[in-house]
Protein backbone atom coordinates (compact mmCIF):
# COMPACT_ATOMS: atom_id res chain seq x y z
CA UNK A 1 0.00 0.00 0.00
CA UNK A 2 1.61 3.46 -0.92
CA UNK A 3 2.82 5.37 2.73
CA UNK A 4 0.96 8.67 2.45
CA UNK A 5 2.84 8.89 6.35
CA UNK A 6 4.90 7.73 8.22
CA UNK A 7 6.55 7.76 12.00
CA UNK A 8 8.35 5.57 14.28
CA UNK A 9 4.96 4.24 15.43
CA UNK A 10 2.53 4.79 12.84
CA UNK A 11 1.74 4.71 9.09
CA UNK A 12 -1.21 6.42 7.32
CA UNK A 13 -1.80 4.11 3.90
CA UNK A 14 -3.31 5.06 0.63
CA UNK A 15 -5.47 1.68 0.47
CA UNK A 16 -4.22 -0.77 -2.71
CA UNK A 17 -7.61 -2.22 -3.20
CA UNK A 18 -9.70 0.58 -2.03
CA UNK A 19 -13.35 -0.10 -0.84
CA UNK A 20 -14.77 3.35 -2.12
CA UNK A 21 -13.25 5.24 -5.52
CA UNK A 22 -11.03 8.04 -5.65
CA UNK A 23 -13.36 10.10 -7.66
CA UNK A 24 -16.23 9.69 -4.60
CA UNK A 25 -13.45 10.99 -1.70
CA UNK A 26 -11.22 7.72 -1.67
CA UNK A 27 -10.43 5.31 1.21
CA UNK A 28 -7.08 5.38 3.44
CA UNK A 29 -6.00 3.79 6.43
CA UNK A 30 -4.27 4.81 9.47
CA UNK A 31 -2.49 2.03 12.07
CA UNK A 32 0.03 1.73 14.72
CA UNK A 33 3.52 -0.62 13.19
CA UNK A 34 3.45 -2.83 16.09
CA UNK A 35 0.61 -5.18 15.80
CA UNK A 36 -2.45 -5.41 18.06
CA UNK A 37 -5.34 -7.36 17.47
CA UNK A 38 -8.15 -4.43 18.98
CA UNK A 39 -7.28 -1.63 20.89
CA UNK A 40 -7.71 -3.06 23.97
CA UNK A 41 -4.34 -4.19 23.45
CA UNK A 42 -2.80 -0.96 23.24
CA UNK A 43 -1.23 1.58 26.05
CA UNK A 44 -3.11 4.36 26.98
CA UNK A 45 -0.85 6.94 25.37
CA UNK A 46 -0.36 4.66 22.34
CA UNK A 47 -4.13 4.73 21.81
CA UNK A 48 -4.84 7.88 22.33
CA UNK A 49 -1.86 9.31 19.43
CA UNK A 50 -3.32 6.65 17.11
CA UNK A 51 -6.65 8.96 17.53
CA UNK A 52 -4.86 12.01 17.37
CA UNK A 53 -3.30 10.97 13.56
CA UNK A 54 -6.99 9.62 12.49
CA UNK A 55 -7.76 13.01 13.41
CA UNK A 56 -5.31 14.95 12.19
CA UNK A 57 -5.36 12.56 8.65
CA UNK A 58 -8.53 12.80 8.17
CA UNK A 59 -8.34 16.78 7.81
CA UNK A 60 -5.74 16.81 6.00
CA UNK A 61 -7.49 13.92 3.69
CA UNK A 62 -10.34 16.13 3.72
CA UNK A 63 -8.59 19.22 3.17
CA UNK A 64 -6.34 17.84 -0.05
CA UNK A 65 -9.71 16.40 -1.86
CA UNK A 66 -11.68 19.32 -1.39
CA UNK A 67 -9.05 21.32 -3.39
CA UNK A 68 -8.75 18.78 -6.12
CA UNK A 69 -12.83 19.57 -6.29
CA UNK A 70 -14.53 16.44 -4.83
CA UNK A 71 -17.71 17.87 -2.55
CA UNK A 72 -16.50 15.58 0.43
CA UNK A 73 -19.29 15.95 3.49
CA UNK A 74 -17.79 13.73 5.89
CA UNK A 75 -15.72 10.85 6.76
CA UNK A 76 -16.36 7.43 8.08
CA UNK A 77 -13.85 6.41 10.19
CA UNK A 78 -13.95 2.13 11.08
CA UNK A 79 -12.21 0.25 12.77
CA UNK A 80 -13.14 -3.12 11.24
CA UNK A 81 -10.96 -6.02 10.27
CA UNK A 82 -13.91 -8.89 10.02
CA UNK A 83 -12.20 -10.30 6.78
CA UNK A 84 -9.22 -11.51 8.44
CA UNK A 85 -11.55 -14.10 10.03
CA UNK A 86 -13.25 -15.82 6.70
CA UNK A 87 -11.00 -19.33 6.22
CA UNK A 88 -8.98 -18.08 3.02
CA UNK A 89 -7.64 -15.22 4.20
CA UNK A 90 -5.78 -17.03 7.34
CA UNK A 91 -5.28 -13.42 8.79
CA UNK A 92 -4.29 -12.10 11.97
CA UNK A 93 -6.44 -9.37 13.47
CA UNK A 94 -4.68 -5.83 13.35
CA UNK A 95 -6.12 -2.85 14.26
CA UNK A 96 -6.41 -0.51 11.87
CA UNK A 97 -8.95 2.92 11.28
CA UNK A 98 -10.51 2.95 7.93
CA UNK A 99 -11.22 6.45 6.49
CA UNK A 100 -13.89 6.34 4.25
CA UNK A 101 -14.23 9.92 2.80
CA UNK A 102 -17.96 10.42 1.16
CA UNK A 103 -18.66 12.98 -0.61
CA UNK A 104 -21.97 14.66 -2.40
CA UNK A 105 -22.65 13.05 -6.23
CA UNK A 106 -20.99 9.72 -5.51
CA UNK A 107 -21.39 7.00 -8.07
CA UNK A 108 -19.96 3.51 -8.68
CA UNK A 109 -17.23 3.43 -11.76
CA UNK A 110 -19.43 0.77 -13.47
CA UNK A 111 -22.67 1.72 -12.11
CA UNK A 112 -23.17 -1.56 -9.75
CA UNK A 113 -26.82 -1.45 -8.29
CA UNK A 114 -25.57 -2.86 -4.98
CA UNK A 115 -23.81 0.88 -4.20
CA UNK A 116 -25.48 3.52 -2.21
CA UNK A 117 -24.41 6.88 -2.84
CA UNK A 118 -23.62 9.20 0.82
CA UNK A 119 -25.58 9.73 2.76
CA UNK A 120 -26.36 5.87 3.30
CA UNK A 121 -24.13 3.86 4.40
CA UNK A 122 -21.71 2.05 2.38
CA UNK A 123 -22.08 -1.34 0.63
CA UNK A 124 -18.71 -3.13 1.65
CA UNK A 125 -19.40 -7.16 0.32
CA UNK A 126 -16.85 -9.28 1.35
CA UNK A 127 -14.16 -9.21 -1.52
CA UNK A 128 -13.48 -12.91 -1.79
CA UNK A 129 -17.19 -12.87 -2.52
CA UNK A 130 -17.52 -9.81 -4.86
CA UNK A 131 -14.04 -8.69 -6.17
CA UNK A 132 -15.74 -7.20 -9.37
CA UNK A 133 -17.31 -4.99 -6.89
CA UNK A 134 -13.85 -3.14 -6.32
CA UNK A 135 -12.21 -4.04 -9.31
CA UNK A 136 -12.67 -0.43 -10.92
CA UNK A 137 -12.27 1.60 -7.54
CA UNK A 138 -9.28 4.00 -7.97
CA UNK A 139 -6.39 4.45 -5.47
CA UNK A 140 -5.50 7.79 -4.68
CA UNK A 141 -2.68 9.07 -7.13
CA UNK A 142 1.00 9.52 -5.77
CA UNK A 143 0.80 13.12 -6.40
CA UNK A 144 -2.73 12.56 -3.72
CA UNK A 145 -0.44 11.16 -1.58
CA UNK A 146 2.38 13.98 -1.63
CA UNK A 147 -0.34 16.07 -1.27
CA UNK A 148 -1.90 14.72 1.88
CA UNK A 149 1.44 14.03 3.24
CA UNK A 150 2.44 17.64 2.77
CA UNK A 151 -0.91 18.95 4.45
CA UNK A 152 -0.50 16.81 7.25
CA UNK A 153 3.22 17.70 7.69
CA UNK A 154 1.77 21.69 7.99
CA UNK A 155 -1.13 21.15 10.16
CA UNK A 156 1.44 19.14 12.36
CA UNK A 157 2.74 22.87 12.79
CA UNK A 158 -0.21 24.76 13.60
CA UNK A 159 -1.85 25.54 16.97
CA UNK A 160 -4.38 22.77 17.01
CA UNK A 161 -1.88 19.69 16.83
CA UNK A 162 0.96 21.56 18.57
CA UNK A 163 3.16 19.13 20.46
CA UNK A 164 1.59 15.66 18.92
CA UNK A 165 4.48 15.04 16.37
CA UNK A 166 6.35 13.98 19.57
CA UNK A 167 3.52 11.44 20.18
CA UNK A 168 3.49 10.05 16.76
Known amino acids: MPVIFETDKFLVLAADHPHHDRNNGGHAKVMPKQRFGDRTEMANDLYLALMQLVRL ?38 IHVQLYVRSNGEKHPTDDPRFRAFPEALFLPYVGDSPEYYES ?9 KDIKAEIEQLLQSEKYLGLAEQL
Open 57 to 94: SGEAITTVIRRKGIDVVRINYQDMGNWCYFPETRGEPH
Open 137 to 145: FQRYSDDDC
